[in-house]
């Protein structure tokens, strides 16, 4: 059964600091992974990673994939209000069909 | 509108009726998915339609549950005799994907807020 598991589940953190999200795999056919934003209703994308080592960043965001591991993490430095969100990672199979995993939900105090 | 659109946005049902939802998407995009997501729960993958191709049913929770893609473009998700348990946020999403092409990136709709009393 493919499975995406991400942790961790909640974090609070203060505006500035720093915070890693971390989500975990195991598919059959993978073919990507892929990093959501999710404030109010609809998840916005933020990465699509396809190659280990490779770090994808967006302004203070940046991701890398390990395939090795069937791990990736998500960085956001000088964390925001603005940041606050659900994360959700997810893993996009050969089929093209894309699991989801729980999401990390954060929340950034002022 | 140039986004995935779903209606109803809200919808109050009670035990035991039938619903449908309904999602319109993206001109012109073959794939086409319904998640699932209860409170602050992650997104569960109920169904996966690509082009004309069989759709990938393996998410649908139960056979109360079942979706139609008419045409190649708008969805329906049907549910029989609901159950409080039914109680989500249905969300439809659509991507342009030709195979070995698909970026991966879903437009998501507003969602559709299903309770059942």
């Known amino acids: 059964e493919d499975k995406v598991v991400q942790s961790p589940l909640s974090l609070v953190v203060h505006e500035g600091d720093t915070v890693t999200l971390n989500c975990s795999y195991e598919?059959?056919?993978?073919?990507?992974l892929l990093w959501y934003k999710q404030e109010k209703k609809a998840p916005t994308f933020l990465f699509m990673l396809?190659?280990?080592?490779i770090e994808k960043k967006s302004g203070r965001l940046s991701s890398i994939l390990d395939k090795k591991e069937l791990s990736s993490i998500l960085n956001i430095t000088a964390t925001q209000t603005g940041d606050s969100a659900i994360y959700l990672c997810?893993?996009?199979?050969?089929?093209?069909?894309?699991?989801f995993g729980t999401g990390t939900r954060l929340t950034v105090i002022p | 509108g140039a986004g995935v659109s779903q209606s109803p946005s809200n919808k109050v049902t009670e035990k035991g009726k039938d619903v449908e939802l309904r999602c319109d998407p993206i001109?012109?995009?073959?794939?086409l998915y319904w998640y699932r997501q209860s409170l602050g729960q992650g997104l569960e993958f109920l169904i996966y339609?690509?082009?004309?191709?069989?759709?990938?049913k393996s998410g649908l929770p139960s056979d109360r549950f079942s979706a139609e893609r008419t045409g190649g473009s708008v969805s329906t998700l049907t549910i029989q005799r609901t159950q409080q348990e039914d109680s989500a946020v249905y969300l439809c999403?659509?991507?342009?994907?030709?195979?070995?092409?698909?970026?991966?990136?879903?437009?998501f709709g507003e969602g559709s807020r299903l309770t059942v009393l």
């Open positions: 999403a659509s991507s342009f994907s030709t195979g070995a092409g698909n970026t991966g990136e879903l437009f």
């Open positions: 598919v059959t056919n993978f073919r990507s």
């Open positions: 396809t190659s280990s080592g």
């Open positions: 997810a893993v996009m199979t050969g089929a093209n069909n894309l699991f």
């Open positions: 001109s012109g995009h073959t794939a």
């Open positions: 339609f690509q082009g004309n191709s069989a759709p990938d």
